[in-house]
Nanobody, 124 residues
Framework: QVQLVESGGGLVQAGGSRRLSCAAS????????MGWFRQAPGKEREFVAA????????FYEDPVKGRVTISRDNAKNTVYLQMNNLKPEDTAVYYC?????????????????WGQGTQVTVSS
């Protein structure tokens, strides 16, 4: 049974940093794309970043490009999302997700597995 467990959320001041972790278990993720999405109150879930498990190739959504870095530790089966220079508009529940393959990476509907989410609140 695949499990994705996020951690690292919390309250942070604007301009601060936060690193989110996603511990993945239940299968081998070779060939998978691991993504981070976020959902703010009253808004749709949106793509933040993704990484290919095998190659480490990364993909970022424009609003966060330059402030966010996605990485993975294959030995620990963990994906990270380092967020810097956080803004109040980054406040959201952040979700980790996994999908097989590379097509339609930003599309949340393409992902097969989801974590429960972790709340990040950025105060101004």
């Amino acid at each position: 049974q695949v499990q994705l467990v996020e951690s690292g959320g919390g309250l942070v001041q604007a301009g601060g940093s936060r690193r989110l972790s996603c511990a993945a278990s239940g299968r081998t993720f070779s060939g998978y794309t691991m993504g981070w999405f976020r959902q703010a109150p009253g808004k749709e879930r949106e793509f933040v970043a993704a990484i290919r498990w095998n190659s480490g190739s990364t993909f970022y959504e424009d609003p966060v490009k330059g402030r966010v870095t996605i990485s993975r530790d294959n030995a620990k089966n963990t994906v990270y999302l380092q967020m810097n220079n956080l803004k109040p508009e980054d406040t959201a529940v952040y979700y980790c997700a996994a999908k097989l393959g590379i097509a339609t990476i930003p599309a949340s509907v393409a992902y097969d597995y989801w974590g429960q989410g972790t709340q990040v609140t950025v105060s101004s």
